[in-house]
């Protein structure tokens, strides 16, 4: 046998098996590319039913949020109205003396009328 015969006959085969391995790909990326198709137009319409209800509630949820957010907001932004000075004095943090000197009242009224409105 001539080397020519050889070669020819070794290009051939890989030729084949080459050709073979082919068609097995095609045949899987078909089965593949049918069962996307399928998926999609089998499943698109739940899945965007899906999504669009659940960003519906996550909207919501947000809304709610920042109802709440601007209700805590007003009411910490609302004026306190007290009915003296002692008493708006003392939830500033002053002691009862610092008090008593601001109001040109002695410790002990002070201590009464803070008393008094709890």
Same mark, same amino acid.
């Given at each position: 046998?001539?080397?020519? @015969?050889?070669?020819?006959?070794?290009?051939?085969?890989?030729?084949?098996?080459?050709?073979?391995?082919?068609?097995?790909?095609?045949?899987?990326?078909?089965?593949?590319?049918?069962?996307?198709?399928? @998926?999609?137009?089998?499943?698109?319409?739940?899945?965007?039913?899906?999504?669009?209800?659940?960003?519906?509630?996550?909207?919501?949820?947000?809304?709610?949020?920042?109802?709440?957010?601007?209700?805590?907001?007003?009411?910490?932004?609302?004026?306190?109205?007290?009915?003296?000075?002692?008493?708006?004095?003392?939830?500033?943090?002053?002691?009862?003396?610092?008090?008593?000197?601001?109001?040109?009242?002695?410790?002990?009224?002070?201590?009464?009328?803070?008393?008094?409105?709890?």
């Amino acid at each position: 046998m001539n080397i020519n @015969y050889v070669i020819i006959l070794l290009g051939s085969i890989t030729c084949i098996i080459s050709l073979f391995f082919l068609i097995k790909f095609f045949s899987k990326f078909e089965n593949t590319t049918n069962t996307s198709n399928e @998926y999609k137009n089998n499943f698109s319409g739940d899945l965007l039913k899906n999504k669009l209800s659940e960003l519906d509630e996550k909207v919501k949820n947000i809304d709610n949020i920042i109802k709440n957010q601007m209700y805590t907001m007003n009411f910490k932004n609302k004026e306190v109205i007290y009915s003296n000075e002692v008493e708006r004095l003392n939830m500033l943090g002053y002691s009862k003396e610092e008090i008593a000197k601001k109001t040109n009242k002695s410790i002990r009224e002070v201590d009464l009328i803070l008393k008094l409105k709890k």
